[in-house]
């Protein structure tokens, strides 16, 4: 087994890095590894000396929230020589080094790579063998390799090998927030903005931001342009003005490219858009703003399962001789050789510089083409002069709003528009759809709902009665409604399998519906993130971030409670996230003994010089351990040692804008239940559709199944991807005398 663990970052600095060495350091220690820091990357590893330094784990205390990394990074030339990469070699020699975990991009992975694949040598002409085995020492020929893991860190979200890369989301709701910033000022002087993200080899960033602000043209490098390409754009902009749209954004990554090659340049596109648009055009290039500030939610919750499952590879498989990047795919931990990842992720570059673009785009993946093919549909979609005839369609957005539901509706509905299909929404859900305060969306209204939170249309929670079935029947018929998008949670959910229930009943019943989950609880079966989610995350990890800045000089506990009902999603998510040092979850409940326990290591914890003490509870953990009992508990058991405060962060959770996945997500969904909808209308067919996000992308189940998934019971999916992550939550917040530092 390794013996001494070195971790470092190199290349462009991505938010997250700090998660990810917090977790590698922790992870480390906790399985007896020593740990050292190499700072300022290749570098800091050619340089030795201070450069590499023990870490001990309240090092790595309080860098969770922390964009950049705190090790440093650097691009070096001397590692890129042999000489260099000996001395490195001999550095880690000279502490034991024998495992070694660098974050960063492909040029960083392909350093790594060279390093394993030289280290032998290297050791050999160092004099410095470290053998194996007894036999093998008489051979005196093979030397214990050295265990190279390294985990893709990059905003530009261009590594093969991962679905994302660690700063990659945070960057892109940097660019979204722009747009919306943008979207203001553009929409008030009727201008339009062309806007450049990073993305040198990768149109990642500029594509879903594209898709998430509502852009109306993108450029990536990944797309072939055809020769005329401003002229399409030219004419797309112009619809768009005609039919109304208050403002207009182009989105164009970096590395965008003519036909012949060439670099297209934002400012040349600014230029042809004010000649040719007569429009009053600015342009805003975004820069180093992209890679800024605390990381999000999401990219520390992949940080650090990429950095416990690079250790936790190293320690179980001591055997295997590791050269290996770990990255997320499908939503699970998956190592992928170094020499493939460098090989393919260059390879698309390659290929773009050849002009087979189709190839590239085929190495990127199938979420980028989709995404890809989604915002060309959207950016392009019209409402269509003719009426279809085969019915309207209603939409509602049913039980307690969430963030992305708008998003989600406009989308849903603009595409059915585009397709001559009316669209009506029901006010408030249910209740609106028995009283018949049912409204025709329209076309121009729909374009401004995308950004804003909440839902326009209005939620309801609502419990049928058996009257309530003849008149929703009839206003179905009223407004010649041919199939139905039911947005929300648990409760529409069910709601829906009612209507089911009662088709024999009820003819008017008998059309096709698409369910789309949105709830922040993510409660729901058959998929694994619904509409929200993502958004009350970080609303709870900015909370929490905010109550750690508040630590001065008093010695405190917080108990944080938070929403989820009877899913600890939200709870167990963001202690991951936020570094706290305990969840108190619905699906483990809490006895006495666990809270005795507590008690006994917050004291010794405070008695060994800890300042504060976050502990995240689900709302609906234990129903007499409510958050206040826990906080009087504690009171009553600090002895004055510290202080003890609660915050309940209520509605605060669901509201404001949603974030660039929530968005994403619902337009990808509200697309394809449009699509479904048309299908089923155009075949006659009433089947009930579930839609989810799963490993494969969004995908649609049956309805019985995912009823047959619901714990009715306990008010949760049977199955629940996100408690695998408990144990690593539990392991890196750990606290008491010897780990002093959250
Ligand atoms: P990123 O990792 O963000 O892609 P760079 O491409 O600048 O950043 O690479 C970071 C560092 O990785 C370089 O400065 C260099 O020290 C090392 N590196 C990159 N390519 C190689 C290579 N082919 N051989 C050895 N080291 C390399």
Not at 242 to 248: A, L, T, W
Request: hydrophobic share 40%; charged share 25%.
């Amino acid at each position: 087994m390794a013996k001494a663990l070195a971790v470092m970052t190199s290349g462009g600095d991505a938010p997250g890095m700090n998660a990810a060495i917090r977790a590698v350091v922790r992870r480390g220690l906790d399985c007896g590894l020593e740990i050292h820091g190499v700072f300022n990357g290749y570098e800091g590893l050619v340089e030795g000396g201070e450069c590499i330094r023990r870490l001990k784990w309240e090092d790595v205390g309080g860098n969770l929230q922390k964009g950049g990394t705190f090790l440093g990074t650097a691009r070096s030339e001397r590692f890129r020589t042999e000489e260099g990469r000996r001395q490195a070699v001999s550095h880690l020699l000279d502490r034991g080094i024998d495992a070694l975990v660098v974050i960063g991009g492909d040029g960083s992975l392909m350093g790594a790579h060279v390093l394993a694949s030289e280290w032998a040598s290297h050791v050999r002409s160092l004099g410095r063998g470290m053998p194996v085995s007894e036999e093998e020492e008489a051979e005196a020929a093979d030397v214990a390799p050295l265990q190279v893991i390294g985990l893709p860190g990059s905003i530009d979200n261009d590594l093969y090998g991962t679905n994302m890369s660690i700063g990659a989301d945070t960057a892109l709701n940097h660019i979204v927030r722009a747009l919306d910033d943008l979207s203001s000022t553009a929409a008030s002087h009727q201008r339009t903005f062309v806007v450049e993200t990073m993305g040198r080899h990768c149109g990642y960033l500029a594509l879903m931001a594209g898709l998430a602000g509502g852009a109306s043209w993108v450029l990536v490098p990944e797309e072939e342009m055809e020769v005329r390409w401003h002229q399409k754009m030219i004419e797309t902009l112009g619809n768009a003005r005609e039919i109304g749209r208050p403002h207009q954004m182009v989105m164009v990554a970096e590395g965008a490219r003519h036909p012949d090659g060439l670099s297209i340049r934002s400012e040349e596109i600014r230029n042809i858009l004010g000649t040719r648009l007569g429009a009053d055009v600015r342009l805003t290039v975004l820069g180093h703003i992209q890679r800024g500030g605390p990381p999000t939610a999401f990219d520390r919750i992949l940080a650090t399962r990429l950095g416990v499952g690079a250790v936790d590879r190293i320690v179980s498989q001591p055997d295997v001789p590791h050269c290996h990047m770990l990255g997320l795919v499908k939503n699970e931990i998956e190592a992928t050789p170094l020499a493939e990842v460098v090989e393919k992720s260059q390879r698309i570059w390659k290929e773009i510089e050849e002009g087979n673009y189709a190839r590239a785009l085929e190495l990127r993946g199938g979420t980028f083409q989709n995404s890809l093919r989604l915002v060309k549909t959207l950016t392009r979609i019209t409402p269509a002069r003719e009426k279809a005839e085969n019915g309207s369609v209603l939409v509602l957005t049913g039980g307690a709003d969430s963030p992305g539901m708008n998003a989600a509706v406009s989308v849903a509905a603009r595409c059915l528009l585009n397709q001559g299909v009316s669209v009506f929404g029901a006010r408030d859900a249910f209740p609106g759809l028995i009283q018949g305060n049912i409204l025709e969306l329209d076309w121009h209204e729909l374009l401004q709902w995308i950004h804003g939170p909440g839902s326009e249309l209005g939620t309801g929670r609502y419990r049928f009665t058996e009257e309530d079935y003849p008149r929703i029947a009839e206003n179905l018929r009223k407004y010649n409604i041919k199939g139905l998008v039911a947005i929300g949670g648990w409760g529409t959910y069910l709601k829906v399998a009612n209507l089911v229930e009662h088709r024999e009943s009820f003819d008017a019943f008998n059309l096709p519906m698409v369910l789309i989950p949105a709830t922040i609880d993510n409660n729901l079966p058959c998929t694994e993130f619904s509409i929200g989610v993502d958004t009350a995350l970080n609303n709870i990890v900015d909370a929490v971030d905010k109550i750690r800045h508040t630590a001065g000089a008093t010695r405190r506990t917080f108990v944080v409670e938070v929403m989820g009902r009877q899913c600890g999603f939200l709870a167990l998510m963001s202690a991951l996230a936020s570094g706290a040092e305990k969840a108190y979850l619905p699906e483990t409940g809490v006895d006495l003994e666990e809270l005795l326990k507590d008690v006994h290591v917050l004291k010794e914890s405070f008695a060994g010089g800890k300042r504060l003490v976050i502990y995240l509870r689900n709302e609906h953990s234990s129903r007499h351990y409510t958050t206040d009992f826990i906080r009087r508990l504690l009171e009553e058991e600090s002895r004055d040692q510290f202080e003890v405060r609660t915050a309940i962060l209520g509605h605060v959770q669901r509201g404001g804008i949603p974030t660039a996945f929530d968005r994403i997500l619902a337009s990808r969904m509200g697309s394809c239940a449009a699509f479904a909808l048309l299908e089923a209308m155009r075949e006659s067919k009433i089947d009930v559709q579930v839609l989810g996000l799963s490993g494969a992308g969004v995908s649609s189940s049956p309805l019985s199944q995912a009823l047959q998934e619901m714990d009715l019971g306990r008010g949760r999916p049977k199955r629940q991807w996100f408690m695998d992550l408990m144990p690593i939550a539990e392991s890196l917040a750990k606290h008491g005398p010897s780990h002093v530092c959250s």
